[in-house]
T-cell receptor, first 111, second 112 residues
Framework: DQQVKQNSPSLSVQEGRISILNCDYT??????FLWYKKYPAEGPTFLIS?????DKNEDGRFTVFLNKSAKHLSLHIVPSQPGDSAVYFC??????????FGAGTRLTVKP | DAGITQSPRYKITETGRQVTLMCHQT?????MFWYRQDLGHGLRLIYY???????DKGEVPDGYVVSRSKTENFPLTLESATRSQTSVYFC???????????FGPGTRLTVL
């Protein structure tokens, strides 16, 4: 039973445009949400996070939005750069460090 | 070097053999984790540890054993490897009060 779902396996965007990556979850107990970025042959690296008490968190070009009623979060990257091409994982946690990950979305930013 | 390291980076073994994957971190983080990454599943938690000598099962613990005698090390053992355990394994660590986890580079394990 996958509690965190990323329904788009891939996304292709032109350089300079906005990238929007989506994530849905089923467990209302999740209280913290994170996005990780992963390059080939490397481990995931933390990108940005949001607490369940907020609906938006911004860090430079990256913004995460949380809609608790819809159990949906999204990551916006503006403007997108070729170096952003990677696999992005959505994650959600509750009860200390029990973290659940989505299957990932491969973002390709074309020059 | 500071950080979190995994060894080996690549391993090929045969069905039924015992395999141990190593993980070492230099941050003195309390929490350590083992995940496996499979296509279509993302990362799934195998085991985690809140401190030395404290371990707990994650989402997919069957077929795996862990130990944590020292804070900095968290080895993962496959006691009798099966083909379904072919995967990329990631170790991660996190300090008390931190929400983000820091991942190692991964070990690609192939079970023939």
């Amino acid at each position: 039973d996958q509690q965190v779902k990323q329904n788009s396996p891939s996304l292709s965007v032109q350089e300079g445009r906005i990238s929007i990556l989506n994530c849905d979850y089923t467990n209302s107990m999740f209280d913290y949400f994170l996005w990780y970025k992963k390059y080939p042959a490397e481990g995931p690296t933390f990108l940005i996070s949001i607490s369940s008490i907020k609906d938006k968190n911004e860090d430079g070009r990256f913004t995460v939005f949380l809609n608790k009623s819809a159990k949906h979060l999204s990551l916006h990257i503006v403007p997108s750069q070729p170096g952003d091409s990677a696999v992005y994982f959505c994650a959600a946690k509750y009860n200390n460090n029990d973290m659940r990950f989505g299957a990932g979305t491969r973002l390709t930013v074309k020059p | 070097d500071a950080g979190i390291t995994q060894s080996p980076r690549y391993k090929i073994t045969e069905t039924g053999r015992q395999v141990t994957l190593m993980c070492h971190q230099t941050w003195s983080h309390s929490y350590m984790f083992w995940y496996r990454q499979d296509l279509g599943h993302g990362l799934r938690l195998i085991y985690y540890s809140a401190a030395a000598d404290i371990t707990d099962k994650g989402e997919v613990p069957d077929g795996y054993v862990v130990s944590r005698s020292k804070t900095e090390n968290f080895p993962l053992t496959l006691e009798s490897a099966t083909r379904s355990q072919t995967s990329v394994y990631f170790c991660a660590s996190s300090g008390t009060g931190l929400n983000e986890q820091f991942f190692g580079p991964g070990t690609r394990l192939t079970v023939l």
